[in-house]
């Protein structure tokens, strides 16, 4: 998908829900100043077309339970100490409003054809 953000910046995004290469899932910003990864690691499906690159250098994740067993962990703990200490939940319920948002208009765009703003979807 192409969104245009408010200040005029581009973003693409893809997304799929299967690689036979193995379980892929990370995120990828360019920009002036450079680009940066975060997912990327030496068990990530993807291969350089030089033939003289040896990445990556381990076997793909199998799929998102061996991926993300770290992460899950990590969110149950987060949850746990947030209820302990009724510190303040770092993402809102606003943040989920606004990202069920831009997919319903990005689903809406995709099924019309059309460009959908995030504000038709709001309502």
Do not use: H
């Not at 920009?31 to 940066?36: D, K, L, R």
């Not at 690691?41 to 770290?70: C, I, Q």
């Not at 149950?76 to 319903?104: K, W």
């Not at 990005?106 to 309502?123: F, K, L, M, P």
Request: proline share 4%; hydrophobic share 45%.
């Amino acid at each position: 998908m192409l969104l245009t953000l408010d200040d005029g910046t581009l973003v693409t995004m893809q997304g799929s829900r299967y690689n036979g290469a193995g379980y892929d899932v990370r995120l990828e910003a360019a920009g002036t100043a450079g680009t940066v990864v975060a997912g990327l690691s030496d068990k990530t499906p993807v291969r350089s077309a030089e033939p003289d690159v040896a990445f990556p250098a381990d076997a793909p994740w199998a799929g998102f339970l061996e991926r993300f067993a770290d992460a899950y962990v990590a969110e149950l703990v987060a949850f746990i100490e947030v209820v302990r200490s009724g510190a303040a939940v770092v993402c809102t319920p606003r943040d989920a409003l606004e990202a069920l948002y831009a997919a319903e208009a990005a689903d809406r765009s995709r099924r019309e054809g059309r460009t959908v703003r995030i504000a038709e979807v709001r309502g």
